[in-house]
């Protein structure tokens, strides 16, 4: 029953990209730079990697926040030409570790965006600019 139930799935999951003319990873659709950019770093902050992998163009193994860390962010569109576009983020991380008190890290990052059809997705090597942002937390 269980097989059935998931051989199904897979069916219709493979039908409506078939119907649909859509790439897989591109089935979110969102009118904005920014939009994409908060959405990837919500699904990020709420601990939701596959949700955030649907945004990217070639999807990737990304670590995950958990919920609550990232704060007081800013998303600021630095250019668009409507093929590609650039957001800058800033913002910070905080939490509170049992074992090392309290950490601090201030991001400060851009993202990559290019328009696929009609859907805006981060490049995969804005990625880096995450992870470099990432590296020295202060406690």
């Not at 596959?50 to 609550?68: F, N, Q, T």
């Not at 668009?80 to 074992?99: F, P």
Request: with cysteine.
């Amino acid at each position: 029953m269980i097989k059935k139930r998931i051989i199904s799935t897979i069916l219709f999951f493979i039908v409506f990209v078939l119907i649909s003319g859509c790439n897989p990873g591109q089935l979110v659709t969102f009118s904005s730079p920014v939009k994409v950019t908060k959405k990837f770093m919500g699904a990020l902050n709420s601990n939701k990697p596959a949700k955030a992998l649907d945004l990217i163009c070639e999807s990737m193994v990304i670590p995950s926040l958990s919920k609550d860390y990232l704060k007081n962010l800013n998303y600021e569109e630095i250019s668009n030409d409507g093929v590609l576009a650039t957001v800058h983020v800033t913002g910070e991380i905080r939490l509170e570790n049992e074992d090392l008190g309290a950490l601090k890290k201030n991001l400060d990052f851009t993202f990559l965006l290019e328009k696929n059809g009609n859907d805006w997705c981060i490049q995969r090597n804005s990625l880096t600019n995450i992870i470099n942002s990432l590296i020295d937390i202060t406690y």
